[in-house]
């Protein structure tokens, strides 16, 4: 088991990784499932909701479209397909969330609430393939 402090310098390191090899080319975005479920995260151009999950992943609050994308994650992996960087937007994603919820931006119990909602939602949408791949 990794040790707090190990853990904690291993965090740091990636995320400050990410927040310099990211170029907010947005391609994480718009290859993300999730987007249609984010509340505000629709039509958002896609540049600045990654700009905003920056934000959040260094202390910030970003805007209401990059929590809500943030909150939504269920860690799927295209979005690290889609990266031309190797930045590995999903653990993005995470990292910001646990920045988020650490930092009050984002309520715990609401990211729960949200995710649930996102998986009923997703359920009616996904066939039986999808289900069992995503959820």
């Given at each position: 088991?990794?040790a707090?402090e190990?853990?904690?310098?291993l965090?740091a390191?990636?995320?400050?990784r990410?927040?310099a090899?990211?170029?907010?080319?947005?391609?994480c975005?718009?290859?993300?499932?999730?987007?249609?479920?984010?509340r505000?995260?629709?039509?958002?151009?896609a540049?600045a909701?990654v700009t905003?999950?920056l934000?959040?992943l260094?202390?910030g609050?970003?805007?209401a479209?990059?929590r809500?994308?943030?909150?939504?994650c269920t860690?799927?992996?295209?979005?690290?397909?889609?990266?031309?960087?190797?930045?590995?937007?999903?653990?993005?994603?995470r990292?910001?969330k646990?920045?988020?919820?650490?930092g009050g931006?984002?309520?715990?119990r609401?990211?729960a609430?949200?995710?649930?909602?996102?998986k009923?939602f997703?359920?009616l949408?996904f066939?039986?393939?999808e289900?069992?791949?995503w959820l």
């Amino acid at each position: 088991m990794v040790a707090h402090e190990d853990w904690s310098a291993l965090r740091a390191a990636e995320t400050q990784r990410m927040l310099a090899a990211c170029t907010r080319c947005g391609a994480c975005f718009e290859a993300c499932p999730m987007v249609p479920y984010a509340r505000d995260a629709r039509g958002t151009d896609a540049k600045a909701a990654v700009t905003g999950v920056l934000d959040v992943l260094s202390g910030g609050a970003g805007d209401a479209a990059s929590r809500n994308w943030i909150s939504v994650c269920t860690r799927s992996g295209s979005c690290n397909e889609a990266c031309p960087e190797a930045v590995n937007p999903m653990l993005m994603l995470r990292l910001a969330k646990w920045q988020a919820q650490e930092g009050g931006v984002i309520p715990k119990r609401d990211a729960a609430e949200t995710m649930s909602r996102v998986k009923v939602f997703a359920r009616l949408s996904f066939t039986e393939k999808e289900q069992g791949e995503w959820l």
